[in-house]
């Protein structure tokens, strides 16, 4: 298995990237493809000890940073590292594509290049969550804002069978992102939506809040991208508002640092739950191939996780299955 | 000043409302009207030593649930302790009333009783959150779904009217949620608004995203209260599971208690600040008169901030600024 890498985006490229797929291909059986400015990733590499056949570099000396407006930027970058990647990926050269720079970009990527899928209305970014319960998948975490109900519905199917197949969840609980939990409460969309999600192929369970998301009430969250996003912020935010406060609590003197060695394991495993890094990137799911983004803040152990579920992603053939279900969709609706 | 209390509403009641009615007269100088069953406040009052004619009760022998369809319960339950309350309010003989009950319940007596102020599209529920930075408000934390851009504004503009004069804040800045910080970044909702805030009345700083909340960017958060309950309630819910954690982490065994005593100063201060029984109520904007609502969940610490917060609404002459503001934009409007 190919896994191609955007090896120039993000904060910490092309170091994170380059030590990421050297430990990838030593510890995961699989090969892969660097994109990017061929010397810089070469004088990198030099710098590790791997099988040499297993890392190839290909050429990339563009790329679009996290100010251009993606979707322009992808149409005039031929030579982006991201675009390049999207291509390699579409003409079968490699078997999944991860990129932690410019979301936007690799949406747009992902849509104008690899393409979606026949029936799929619209690719939805999936991002798992730390929980009470374990991990959560969020869908849709800020591809699309402005949706349509049918959207919702295919958002909670694609993230279905993603957690199925990559989680290893027999039957993945779905709940609609709503202001209450009885069927009367939501906004326009979700009031539309929740008929349909009760008719969809999917294990719904009804409407759930915003106490629902660590708590870890369902499997799959759906809700437009707006919202998602908005969820997502605002978790990593108070994540990261909190552990600097526990830390400073921690430093503030040697008292305090005698304190914390007593209680710096368990602490240290709770973080590690609620650590991004574990999780690996966001899929785009609705794609014709398996597209990951990346945390843009992404360290190497960070985008490991990421090239592990890449390769989950494929090995688990996650995109036959939503062809299948899609498919199956709209010829319900035609016949 | 007299305060009037839903007595009746909230997990706590009556025990709570009573108690910090007790604790409000002697310490805030107010008066309070307890508003619920005769018998059984005058019961629990029984348990208090207080000055007798700062306190009064007004029989209601009903309450609504929080099972109940809000509206429908407003107009048919005369004697519910909200709606009782509520008529008090409107007939003058309170200045400013509180309920810890069934929210919907109260918006509808809010707005169906009370009244909206003329001008005032929609009435928002506003809250307090815990940041970085101090509290900051999010506006509207829930009453309106499917707002339009003239609701957003409004908020803004009777957000930060609030936070100058109950929190004294000299010129609040006011963020527009979003999921992006561009100015074309957003949905169709806060893209119409962004160039609207440009124009208002407010020292508005842009779009915000879901990390600002916590972080504290800016004193007033403007969005549609769906997208504002969904965010209000992910926070409580992320508390609720970090304070679990750290508290199961600190209890695990007698090592670790005992490092516990260490840093459990810092973490107390550090909790207290985000805690939202510091912070009083939500003030409902928007109705001719103060209407606070209380977290269901309030015991009598946070009621007695509620109070303390009622006081305070009063006192500063919100209402009065929120009439000449919104009074004003209509004439320009008209103009």
């Keep these: 298995m190919k896994i191609i890498i955007d090896a120039m985006g993000g904060d910490h490229a092309p170091h994170a990237p380059v030590e990421a797929a050297?430990?990838?291909?030593?510890?995961?059986?699989?090969?892969?493809?660097?994109?990017?400015?061929?010397?810089?990733?070469?004088?990198?590499?030099?710098?590790?000890?791997?099988?040499?056949?297993?890392?190839?570099?290909?050429?990339?000396?563009?790329?679009?940073?996290?100010?251009?407006?993606?979707?322009?930027?992808?149409?005039?970058?031929?030579?982006?590292?991201?675009?390049?990647?999207?291509?390699?990926?579409?003409n079968g050269e490699g078997d999944a594509m991860l990129s932690m720079g410019n979301t936007?970009?690799?949406?747009?990527?992902?849509?104008?290049?690899?393409?979606?899928?026949?029936?799929?209305?619209?690719?939805?970014?999936?991002?798992?969550?730390?929980?009470?319960?374990?991990?959560?998948?969020?869908?849709?975490?800020?591809?699309?804002t402005n949706c349509k109900?049918?959207?919702?519905?295919?958002?909670?199917?694609?993230?279905?069978?993603?957690?199925?197949?990559?989680?290893?969840?027999?039957?993945?609980?779905?709940?609609?992102?709503?202001?209450?939990?009885?069927?009367?409460?939501?906004?326009?969309?979700?009031?539309?939506?929740?008929?349909?999600l009760k008719n969809a192929p999917v294990n719904f369970i009804g409407n759930i809040e915003g106490r629902d998301v660590m708590e870890g009430t369902a499997d799959v969250i759906t809700c437009d991208g707006f919202v998602g996003n908005v969820i997502l912020k605002?978790?990593?935010?108070?994540?990261?508002?909190?552990?600097?406060?526990?830390?400073g609590i921690f430093t503030k003197s040697?008292?305090?640092?005698?304190?914390?060695?007593?209680?710096?394991?368990g602490l240290n495993e709770f973080k590690q739950t609620m650590d991004y890094r574990e999780y690996g990137g966001a899929p785009l799911l609705g794609t014709k191939r398996p597209v990951i983004k990346g945390h843009g803040s992404s360290d190497s152990k960070a985008v490991f996780s990421a090239i592990y579920q890449a390769k989950k992603f494929v090995e688990t053939n996650v995109i036959d299955e939503i062809v299948k279900n899609i498919s199956g969709m709209e010829e319900k609706k035609n016949g």
């Design 22 to 90: 050297v430990k990838a291909v030593k510890e995961l059986g699989v090969e892969i493809i660097l994109v990017g400015v061929t010397d810089v990733l070469k004088k990198e590499l030099s710098g590790y000890d791997y099988p040499k056949d297993k890392i190839s570099i290909a050429h990339a000396d563009d790329v679009i940073s996290n100010h251009e407006e993606p979707a322009k930027a992808v149409r005039n970058k031929k030579n982006a590292s991201v675009v390049v990647a999207a291509n390699m990926l579409k």
């Design 104 to 144: 936007g970009a690799l949406l747009a990527s992902g849509l104008l290049i690899v393409g979606r899928i026949k029936g799929v209305l619209r690719p939805a970014l999936a991002t798992l969550l730390p929980s009470a319960k374990g991990p959560k998948m969020l869908i849709d975490a800020g591809a699309n």
């Design 149 to 196: 109900p049918e959207n919702l519905v295919q958002f909670a199917i694609m993230g279905s069978i993603y957690m199925k197949n990559v989680l290893a969840i027999e039957s993945p609980t779905v709940g609609l992102m709503s202001n209450g939990e009885e069927e009367g409460k939501g906004d326009e969309l979700t009031k539309e939506t929740f008929p349909l």
């Design 234 to 247: 605002t978790v990593e935010g108070m994540g990261h508002v909190v552990s600097q406060n526990v830390k």
């Design 254 to 265: 040697l008292f305090t640092k005698i304190g914390a060695l007593f209680v710096m394991n």
